[in-house]
T-cell receptor
Framework: DVKVTQSSRYLVKRTGEKVFLECVQD?????MFWYRQDPGLGLRLIYF???????EKGDIPEGYSVSREKKERFSLILESASTNQTSMYLC??????????FGPGTRLTVT | QKEVEQNSGPLSVPEGAIASLNCTYS??????FFWYRQYSGKSPELIMS????GDKEDGRFTAQLNKASQYVSLLIRDSQPSDSATYLC???????????FGAGTTVTVRA
């Protein structure tokens, strides 16, 4: 079974804190993605990576950065958390055909 | 911007009926098509993939693809209350790493 795991299911942080969200996949997929999902706005792509150390901006990269030092691990970093970054964060990985698998998600609350 | 549009919901069907979900896409270069199911508060789960024109059946689910009409659909036969969820259509172009998602259609199966 494909497995994508995320470091936390629920996270509460204060405004201005640096936040790290980690994602690990065990299927040797080249492609990994970070999305956020908000009611009424659907899935929005923040960043993706198609290889180790390679990254590309998605639709809403502002306020975020990413790191991919190993193939199986893709980290999302909120440099200075703000209340408008309160959201569900979803990591996904995909094979060469685009078949994507999601992690369980991290519900982040910034107060 | 590659657009993926799904029929607006919510869709309410009686138990045992067929639920029909539709999706259209704008990019003629799209090659891979996926349906995800998302229960409330959970992450999306891949349920169907289809790559060539025609029908593909998996249990009670049938995906239908018509590339000429840029249309993909999902039929859920013998709908069960456990099928109540939001269904997301996702499309990938031949030259892209990432998926484009529709906004989703919420299905409610009435017992």
């Amino acid at each position: 079974d494909v497995k994508v795991t995320q470091s936390s299911r629920y996270l509460v942080k204060r405004t201005g804190e640096k936040v790290f969200l980690e994602c690990v996949q065990d299927m040797d997929h080249e492609n990994m993605f970070w999305y956020r999902q908000d009611p009424g706005l659907g899935l929005r792509l923040i960043y993706f990576s198609y290889d180790v150390k390679m990254k590309e901006k998605g639709d809403i990269p502002e306020g975020y950065s990413v790191s991919r030092e190993k193939k199986e691990r893709f980290s999302l970093i909120l440099e200075s958390a703000s209340t408008n970054q309160t959201s569900m964060y979803l990591c996904a990985s995909s094979d060469r055909q685009g078949m994507g698998y999601f992690g369980p998600g991290t519900r982040l609350t910034v107060t | 911007q590659k657009e993926v549009e799904q029929n607006s919901g919510p869709l309410s069907v009686p138990e045992g009926a067929i639920a029909s979900l539709n999706c259209t896409y704008s990019d003629r270069g799209s090659q891979s098509f996926f349906w995800y199911r998302q229960y409330s508060g959970k992450s999306p789960e891949l349920i169907m993939s289809i790559y060539s024109n025609g029908d593909k059946e998996d249990g009670r689910f049938t995906a239908q693809l018509n590339k000429a009409s840029q249309y993909v659909s999902l039929l859920i036969r013998d709908s069960q209350p456990s099928d109540s969820a939001t269904y997301l259509c996702a499309v990938r172009s031949w030259n892209d790493y990432k998926l484009s998602f529709g906004a989703g259609t919420t299905v409610t199966v009435r017992a």
